[in-house]
């Protein structure tokens, strides 16, 4: 069987930027990508969809800078975002966050996004293989880096096997592969395959790539234009992206599996019909979205589909995560990334940022042969980003048309008062509903920052039967009272003998099937010493 140091699931933004960091890292890194076609790319690739685009400030967190793609990533320089209710509008020109990139953002061409992202991970040293899917991992969490067997065993479709110590899960917010590895260290009750499922936790979106009209795509390719609260549920939206040739892309996110009979009051929604049977599907809500919008001067002829471009015949569907992030079980040597740990927003639809990051933080952490740290460094990277993110999502989930119409009207009064230089300033001088409006996410932000994060490291157990794993500690198995001995003996901890530079440190697999107080080295792991700190405070370790 073959073996290699990371081995990664998915070959999109996520897993390619991992598979850059890992091979940078001096790791032997392979990235297996299933494939599909596009009708805008030679040969297979990963499940590659345009995203909005990427904003000025995401250009730092994604951590790498237009500068660097070839001629014809970047599609538009964009100056503006436009916000759009039923009967309001405002424009944003600046997302008030500090950045190094001077333009409002861009939008760009996704399949050339992907095959850069694919060179610069193989240029790193590292393989990519497409057309290899991945039908299921065997982890055997008794292995060492040390043993001659691989810790964890990928089974491929074809029947042939991958071995690698360090496995990263980059499959998408579809989730097939990540699911399925995360039951093992989750009780049946709380599957993940269950709380993560692709019909409850995600919102299906649709586009259609099409040519607009020359004086009308003037007006419009320097800005992304989102509708809110003309369709309903919760954070659906229609949308137009320029990219470039007076080609847009128009489309639009919804929940899956939405029902017309649980809308209330559904003839205030603009795109709904009095004699719709059922919710429209996706392009019946565009052409309505053309007739609505340009009717008056153009027909939705005039807008024909490029069929040349997307996924096929110039239109694609694809799935966005709209849960909250998970963490990884990162003591069985699993990072999990990108979208399928739930990065991408369903309230803007961006994930491309994140899906790097993430990545790019898993691989560099996979080639220094340690995980340990992998849930707080994503966190002290992302942090804010997921919480606006949340926020919004939470504060707009039971929105009605009139209130988007209120809302949008508070942030249009907000942009254009002059008084003042701080945004609480502008918010006040902008009227009640403003100041309500922006202290209202001031404070679901800081609610959310407790609970933002959908299924905890703590929740993973890696317990294989009548005791831990054979070479690993499984700390929550441990009576609290001896646990609480250990801590207050001082046998752990920065001051303690066992963790003076140069000690001897024994890693988490090694041997230890009792504890010994006589002998504790095995505290000095760092994760272990945070998970028997973690049960004693919820074990009222208030002794």
Not at 154 to 181: F, H, K, W
Not at 322 to 328: G, N
């Amino acid at each position: 069987m073959e073996s290699v140091d990371v081995a990664i699931v998915g070959g999109g933004p996520a897993g390619s930027s991992a598979a850059h960091a890992a091979a940078s890292g001096g790791a032997e890194t392979i990235a297996l990508e299933k494939g599909i076609p596009r009708e805008d790319r030679e040969g297979m690739g990963p499940d590659s969809t345009d995203a909005a685009g990427i904003l000025d400030y995401w250009v730092d967190i994604m951590g790498i800078h237009p500068d660097e793609f070839p001629e014809g990533v970047i599609l538009q320089e964009l100056d503006r975002a436009e916000f759009r209710g039923p009967d309001t509008g405002c424009t944003l020109h600046g997302t008030g966050i500090e950045s190094s990139y001077d333009s409002f953002g861009y939008t760009f061409h996704r399949a050339r996004f992907d095959d850069f992202l694919r060179s610069r991970a193989e240029d790193a040293g590292a393989e990519y293989r497409v057309g290899t899917a991945v039908r299921d991992v065997d982890t055997d969490l008794a292995v060492t880096p040390a043993s001659a067997e691989p810790r964890h065993v990928v089974q491929l479709a074809d029947g042939s096997q991958l071995g690698a110590e360090y496995l990263i899960l980059a499959d998408g917010p579809q989730r097939r592969i990540t699911n399925r590895v995360l039951d093992r260290y989750l009780p049946a009750e709380t599957a993940a395959s269950e709380r993560l499922a692709s019909t409850d936790a995600n919102h299906i979106a649709y586009q259609e790539y099409r040519r607009f009209p020359e004086e009308l795509f003037e007006e419009i390719k320097d800005a992304l234009v989102f509708w809110w609260g003309v369709m309903p549920g919760e954070t659906a939206y229609p949308w137009v992206f320029p990219n470039a040739d007076q080609v847009c892309r128009v489309g639009l996110t919804m929940p899956i599996g939405a029902e017309l009979g649980e809308v209330e009051d559904p003839g205030s929604y603009e795109l709904l019909r009095a004699d719709d049977e059922s919710i429209p599907r996706g392009s019946e809500y565009i052409g309505r979205l053309l007739d609505w919008q340009y009717g008056d001067e153009y027909s939705r002829e005039d807008f024909p589909i490029v069929e040349d471009a997307g996924k096929r015949d110039g239109t694609e569907t694809y799935s966005i995560s709209s849960t909250r992030p998970i963490e990884s079980p990162t003591g069985a040597g699993i990072a999990v990334v990108g979208g399928a740990m739930g990065t991408t927003s369903a309230f803007h639809e961006g994930g491309d940022h994140t899906a790097v990051r993430t990545g790019a933080i898993a691989g560099e952490l996979a080639a220094s042969g340690n995980f340990t740290d992998y849930n707080r460094r994503w966190k002290a990277a992302l942090e804010d980003e997921l919480l606006r993110n949340v926020t919004m999502a939470d504060i707009v989930s039971e929105y009605t048309p009139s209130d988007w119409d209120r809302v949008i009207g508070c942030a249009d009064a907000m942009l254009a008062t002059e008084t003042g230089t701080g945004l609480l300033e502008r918010t006040y001088s902008a009227g009640w509903q403003a100041a309500k409006l922006f202290l209202s996410y001031r404070w679901n932000k800081r609610q959310a920052r407790d609970d933002y994060v959908q299924l905890l490291a703590g929740e993973y157990s890696y317990w294989t039967g009548e005791r831990c794993s054979r070479r690993r500690i499984c700390p929550t198995r441990f009576p609290i009272d001896t646990l609480w001995m250990v801590l207050r003996a001082g046998l752990i901890g920065e001051d303690s003998p066992r963790y003076q530079a140069g000690s001897p440190r024994l890693e988490p697999w090694e041997e230890a099937d009792t504890i010994d107080t006589e002998n504790t080295s095995w505290l000095t792991d760092i994760q272990t010493f945070n998970t028997l700190r973690l049960l004693l405070k919820f074990n009222g370790g208030s002794k």
